[in-house]
């Protein structure tokens, strides 16, 4: 599903993801309506503008990401696709559970390959974006531990804790799972159970934990 407040913005790149194989199943351009649409016909990717009317981009991730609403499925993954690189934006998309960050100089082909690649939950930035955020994680890491310490923390299994050190050091699913050579899906499957273990919610709480144990540095 393609959201932005351009109309003609908005068909060019529904047109350029259907040329490469996608099924654009809706489209939106504001807010609210992007809200309702994705919930009705909720599509395996959103491609998100930002700055929208009625709604801000941010605000329509965080609803659809991290809160579906009761009883619902689990939310699209989001890719944003903006004009702004700003990092005040990017951090905030990210905070809104977006999956990746993309700037609107991408080519149609950076382009479908960032959906190809947030579909499967890699995460996709813009070079040079991917900093800022782990520059964040860092500074997220100075707070208390969101999983806490002590007898309580379930212990993780050897694999979980290198998958956990891989991604805290920046790795995408699939470099993970080349390195280690396991499936993409054996990779996913390790990053949920360790979430469910720790009673985490998101990448980024499962990132802050691993740095704050030093995990992005061994």
């Known amino acids: 599903m393609v959201v932005d ?8 790149v529904a047109r350029d993801l259907g040329e490469a194989g996608f099924e654009v199943v809706a489209t939106a351009g504001d807010g609210p309506q992007a809200v309702r649409r994705a919930r009705a ?3 395996d990717v959103l ?3 930002l700055n929208l009317p009625g709604l801000p981009g941010a605000e329509v991730c965080r609803r659809l990401a991290c809160d579906p609403g009761p009883g619902a499925e689990p939310g699209p993954r989001v890719l944003v696709l903006s004009a702004s690189g700003e990092q005040e934006d990017v951090l905030e998309a990210v905070k809104a559970g977006a999956t990746g ?3 609107k100089s991408a080519s149609a082909g950076e382009l479908a390959e960032a959906v190809r690649r947030t579909a499967v939950g890699d995460p996709v930035f813009t070079p040079g ?5 782990l520059g964040e994680y860092r500074r997220l890491a100075a707070g208390p ?3 806490g310490d002590g007898p309580g923390v379930p212990r993780l299994t050897e694999r979980e804790t290198e998958v956990l050190r891989l991604v805290a050091k920046g790795l995408t699913y699939r470099q993970i799972a080349d390195r280690l050579v396991i499936s993409h899906r054996t990779v996913q499957n390790h990053v949920q159970n360790t979430l469910g273990k720790l009673q985490l919610h998101s990448r980024v709480e499962l990132v802050r934990y691993a ?6 540095t061994e």
């Open 101 to 103: 960050y993309l700037v």
């Open 211 to 216: 740095i704050e144990r030093g995990l992005d």
């Open 129 to 133: 974006l991917a900093g800022l955020v």
């Open 47 to 49: 491609v998100l503008d």
């Open 41 to 43: 016909v909720r599509p």
């Open 5 to 12: 407040d351009h109309p003609m913005w908005r068909d060019a």
């Open 145 to 147: 531990p969101p999983g």
